[in-house]
């Protein structure tokens, strides 16, 4: 059974440009977050994907935004990449009807903004 | 002040000691609870969900205090292994699974 799976794992980008991460869910789960942690905090809440839609954001500019496919997969997007952006991006998946119970994290893309 | 409130450490401990971290959340609509542990430079993973009844996974005990907004993690007999950054955190809706995570407790276990 194939847990959460993010793409890449490590990437390099100018300050400026435009970045795509991308999550596969673990089999079966319809729900996607993601969240961005900088060194030394906890991880931070960008938005969740339910049925292909934005159903919850956090405290995140424009800047970023997402997709989530039929499959159930999804994509992070970030605009206009500023140096504050670095940081470790976690995609977690979860199951909509068990609304409480664990999410399951992928191991990450660590994006360095230079 | 933040959501979650946790004392970064680090907790300097050695094998077989026992320790505990606390956790304080400030939205009392808050519904579920949990410790994960994170290792270094690798993704959270969930250690235990925390009921006000309190619940105990072999060496770790976790608990509630809904009146006091106040969550623990005691770890008994500590292992080399246990050393990692411990999250404390809150799930504040019924409806969806968007977690609030403490800046994390680091604990180093030495022999």
């Known amino acids: 059974d194939a847990g959460v799976t993010q793409s890449p794992t490590h990437l390099i980008k100018t300050r400026g440009q435009q970045v795509t991460l991308r999550c596969s869910p673990k089999?079966?789960?319809?729900?996607v977050s993601w969240y961005q942690q900088a060194l030394g905090q906890g991880p931070q809440f960008i938005f969740q994907y339910y049925e292909e839609e934005e159903r919850q954001r956090g405290n995140f500019p424009d800047r970023f935004s997402g997709h989530q496919f039929p499959n159930y997969s999804s994509e992070l997007n970030v605009n206009a990449l500023l140096l504050g952006d670095s940081a470790l991006y976690l995609c977690?998946?979860?199951?909509?009807?068990?609304?409480?119970?664990?999410?399951?994290f992928g191991q990450g893309t660590r994006l360095t903004v230079v | 002040r933040k959501e979650v409130e946790q004392d970064p450490g680090p907790f300097n401990v050695p094998e077989g000691a026992t320790v505990a971290f606390n956790c304080t959340y400030s939205?009392?609509?808050?519904?579920?609870f949990f410790w994960y542990r994170q290792d270094c430079r690798k993704e959270p993973k969930l250690l235990m969900s925390?009921?006000?009844s309190g619940n105990e996974d072999g060496r770790f005990t976790a608990q509630l205090n809904r009146a006091s907004q106040y969550i623990s993690l005691l770890i008994r007999d500590s292992k080399l292994s246990d050393s990692a950054t411990y999250l404390c955190v809150v799930n504040a809706d019924t409806g969806f699974q968007k977690l609030v995570f403490g800046t994390g407790t680091r604990l180093l276990v030495s022999p």
């Open positions: 977690a998946s979860s199951l909509a009807r068990h609304g409480n119970t664990e999410a399951f």
């Open positions: 939205n009392s609509a808050s519904q579920s």
């Open positions: 089999s079966g789960h319809d729900t």
């Open positions: 925390v009921y006000s």
